[in-house]
Each structure stands twice: as C-alpha cells, then as structure tokens.
C-alpha cells in the first residue's frame, strides 16, 4: 500500500505502479524513480532496460542519469551473463543507508497516519446517532 508494487503481466511484460512514499517525499523525478525501483526490489539485480521500465522511465531518460548513479555509487554492477549487465543497490555505501532508512521512517509515518484515520472513523461511526423513522 505504502510501496510501488511492481509486477510483470505475463502478455506484457509492463510493470504497473503506485506512487510510493518515497516518491511523495523526494518528488516524482527520474533519478529518484530509479532508487525507489531499486530500494524496492533490492534483493534483485536488474540490467538497466528492466530498471527503465521498473522505474517507468525510458531507456534515454536513465542513460541520462545513469552516469551520476554511478559516480555517486548508489548503483553497483553485481555480475554479467552473457552480454548482459546486472546492477542492484549499492547497499554498502553510506548515503544509500541513510535513503534506507529514510525509506523506513517515511513508510512508517505513513503506517501510523493511515491507523489514526481509520481510528478517528471507527470512532465517528460509534458516536454518530442512530436514525429514527
């Protein structure tokens, strides 16, 4: 509820997103749409055209930014299958932590926000009175 939800449909092969928290704290940019992609599915490794689409960017939009993911080593190359590049999280690096937990609070946060509304409805319907004919 509180994360994207990436899932392959069989026919397609398209993800399908919702806006995740993250995204509503940083802003909706590209740069922070792949990190989101990755923090989400951080125990995979992905090569940068499934990034493109987890992130529901173009090919062209990520190879813009790609360049500074990786000068700033958010992105680490985890191994190569055939031709293939794999990347994932580079979750060793400090400023990754920190979007990390960062990524926790925020959902956190959420969590309780979402508990307290569903609180103060369950509340309202014990107060309202009843109807009479």
Same mark, same amino acid.
């Given at each position: =509820?509180?994360?994207?939800?990436? +899932?392959?449909?069989? =026919?397609?092969?398209?993800?399908?997103?919702?806006?995740?928290?993250?995204?509503?704290?940083?802003?909706?940019?590209?740069?922070?749409?792949?990190?989101?992609?990755? /923090? +989400?599915?951080?125990?995979?490794?992905?090569?940068?055209?499934?990034?493109?689409?987890?992130?529901?960017?173009?090919?062209?939009?990520?190879?813009?930014?790609?360049? +500074? /993911?990786?000068?700033?080593?958010?992105?680490?190359?985890?191994?190569?299958?055939?031709?293939?590049?794999?990347?994932? /999280?580079? #979750?060793? #690096?400090?400023?990754? @932590?920190?979007?990390?937990?960062?990524?926790?609070?925020?959902?956190?946060?959420?969590? =309780?926000?979402? #508990?307290? @509304?569903?609180?103060?409805?369950?509340?309202?319907? @014990?107060?309202?009175?009843? +109807?009479?004919?």
């Amino acid at each position: =509820m509180f994360k994207h939800i990436y +899932e392959a449909t069989p =026919m397609t092969n398209t993800f399908s997103e919702s806006k995740s928290v993250f995204l509503d704290f940083f802003g909706d940019k590209p740069n922070f749409r792949v990190i989101d992609f990755l /923090l +989400e599915n951080r125990l995979r490794d992905f090569t940068k055209t499934e990034i493109a689409k987890g992130a529901n960017i173009s090919w062209a939009t990520l190879f813009n930014y790609w360049e +500074e /993911l990786e000068k700033h080593r958010i992105v680490k190359l985890t191994r190569v299958v055939g031709r293939a590049k794999l990347y994932q /999280l580079n #979750e060793s #690096e400090p400023v990754v @932590k920190q979007l990390k937990a960062i990524e926790i609070q925020l959902v956190k946060q959420a969590a =309780m926000l979402d #508990e307290e @509304k569903i609180a103060v409805k369950a509340s309202a319907k @014990k107060t309202k009175p009843a +109807e009479s004919d």
